[in-house]
């Protein structure tokens, strides 16, 4: 059902949401993104100085050895902070951060600079998709800054320096890795805490697991869908590359285990039904509670690349991160800002992406989720990109769940989905310039699952694709975006019927609650 008013008020569905938090048709529930649920990083003792181990903050020498040699150094420590004083450094290789509990921090990114004069291409070599093109996978993976767990990292490196072209996930270079704790018996519904396992012996409270859901005969891609008759035509045996997403991965860490009943620590994103082979396994190395804060990252400048042939001028990674973050972290001339790859529970605070043409500002991709982007700038390119480049903005794909982006400003860019069924996320209280395109080829699926919401979003250019979802996302809601009208790119539905998606208060940003989040982990504490 769709609907319009012509005057700010209440949104009424926000009142339908108080009422059923944790299942509601349209609304997702993300009270429980960013790190450690929601929670502001507190601050460690600073345990190294990089000068100490031989940096040079007047750019003269690399420093990207003395950075890793006082990482490595707290790291052993059982963690702290790893302290970069104000000055300009030379960064002619990878900064890696693989250890629990370490934090890198600057003394402000007006103040603490990260010059890289060399490409993840230069450093490490040729990467490629695995889907087996000639495209450069740097368009969408590493950065100059890795924050990747070391047991994680080093097989990842090699497995691309081999040209083994690794599956860069939970599970390590191969999607069937990892052990079976316990099955899960019987179904729980969305929204659930409490599930029951055969063997809860074989789990501990605080223990992080992840959820496997196996598809069985389309069935699981369709419940990501809503389940709903517009979307029951669609053709799922011919997109072979979302296929090869599955299973669905999500981490979660148990609370509680009481025999064989076990609480998790947050809802669940999806109904658990037998026929899905549902089981708590392991994972591969995670690394936890580790951050970057106060810190530029500036690249050696060269042209915006073709689309899909990016050097890997990559400022900020996450890959297998869990209940990290970064705070005040400005990158700058980059082929992609900040990449979440496989992480959960990240947030990222007071970002900031400027200089030339970038291919993605931030991208979350391979079933990362519940993470947090908050207070972010995407600035207009300095320069006009080479006929060619890529942008997209804000990606989203790969069955990621949980995201939420709040608080931005967009000068010039896209709320992107790269197909791959993404579905329940949040994008609230956003202004921006919507310039640009989605991407994703046709294999891939679906540009938006269910339960996907734009809420409080306006448009400076009135331009309404990617931005208006309710007629192409099932199960969705847009609520309180400022007039928009279709041009450039326009959004094809994937699905033909009813798709049970709901908008209220078009055309205007006046509404209560005014962030979706917030109002979202006001209810989840009162």
């Known amino acids: ?128 998709s695995r889907y087996g093109s000639e495209n450069s996978a740097w368009s969408w993976s590493g950065g100059l800054v890795w924050v990747c767990h070391r047991d994680r990292y080093r097989p990842l490196v090699d497995a691309i320096k081999a040209h083994k072209w690794p599956f860069e996930g939970w599970t390590g270079n191969e999607l069937e890795a990892g052990e079976t704790l316990t099955a899960v018996s019987g179904a729980a519904a969305r929204g659930s805490f409490v599930v029951t396992v055969e063997n809860g012996r074989s789990l501990r409270a605080g223990q992080r697991v992840l959820l496997r859901l196996d598809d069985d005969k389309y069935s699981l891609p369709k419940h990501m869908c809503g389940d709903v008759p517009g979307t029951a035509t669609y053709r799922w045996d011919d997109k072979d590359k979302l296929l090869s997403y599955f299973p669905f991965l999500w981490p979660v860490r148990v609370e509680w285990v009481r025999g064989n009943r076990v609480k998790l620590a947050q809802p669940l994103p999806l109904e658990i039904r037998p026929e899905w082979k ?9 690394v936890t509670g580790a951050g970057v804060e106060g810190i530029k990252i500036e690249m050696f400048k060269v042209p915006t690349p073709k689309h899909l042939q990016d050097k890997g001028y990559n400022g900020l990674a996450f890959q297998c991160a869990w209940d990290c973050w970064a705070d005040d972290v ?23 992406v400027s200089g030339r043409g970038h291919h993605h500002a931030y991208a ?24 060619g480049a890529g942008n997209h903005g804000l990606n989203v794909e790969g069955l990621s769940c949980g995201n939420v982006w709040t608080r931005g400003r967009m000068d010039h860019d896209v709320f992107d989905t790269h197909r791959g ?45 990617n931005v208006r979802i309710d007629q192409v996302a099932p199960c969705s809601a847009t609520v309180a975006i400022s007039e928009v009208r279709d041009f450039g790119q326009i959004d094809k539905p994937d699905f033909t019927g009813e798709l049970n998606s709901r908008l209220e208060l078009y055309g205007t940003t006046d509404v209560t609650p005014r962030n979706l989040y917030d109002a979202q982990r006001k209810l989840r504490r009162s």
């Open 1 to 128: 059902m769709t609907g319009t008013a012509s005057a700010a008020s209440s949104a009424s569905l926000w009142q339908e949401f108080v009422a059923n938090p944790y299942n509601h048709p349209q609304i997702p529930n993300v009270a429980y993104a960013g790190y450690r649920t929601g929670e502001r990083p507190g601050r460690r003792p600073v345990l190294a100085n990089v000068l100490f181990f031989g940096a040079r903050r007047d750019g003269s020498a690399g420093a990207s050895a003395a950075i890793n040699k006082a990482v490595e150094f707290v790291g052993k420590l059982g963690g702290g902070t790893v302290f970069v004083p104000p000055g300009r450094y030379r960064i002619d290789d990878i900064i890696r951060i693989g250890y629990d509990n370490v934090v890198l921090r600057g003394a402000g990114s007006a103040k603490t600079t990260f010059y890289a004069t060399r490409s993840l291409e230069e450093i490490v070599g040729i990467n490629r």
């Open 278 to 286: 549902p089981r708590l396994t392991t994972m591969a190395p995670v």
């Open 330 to 352: 400005h990158v700058q001339d980059v082929d992609n800002g900040f990449l979440l790859v496989s992480s959960k529970g990240i947030s990222l605070l007071n970002t900031r």
């Open 364 to 387: 979350t991709r391979e079933q990362s989720h519940d993470n947090l982007t908050d207070g972010f700038v995407i600035e207009a390119p300095s320069e006009p990109s080479q006929a």
């Open 421 to 465: 069924l993404p579905f329940a996320n949040v994008r609230t209280e956003i202004t921006i310039n919507n310039v640009g395109a989605h991407g994703g080829s046709a294999n891939a699926g679906p540009l938006y699952g269910a339960r996907f919401a734009h809420w409080n979003v306006t448009v400076v250019n009135q331009r309404a694709g």
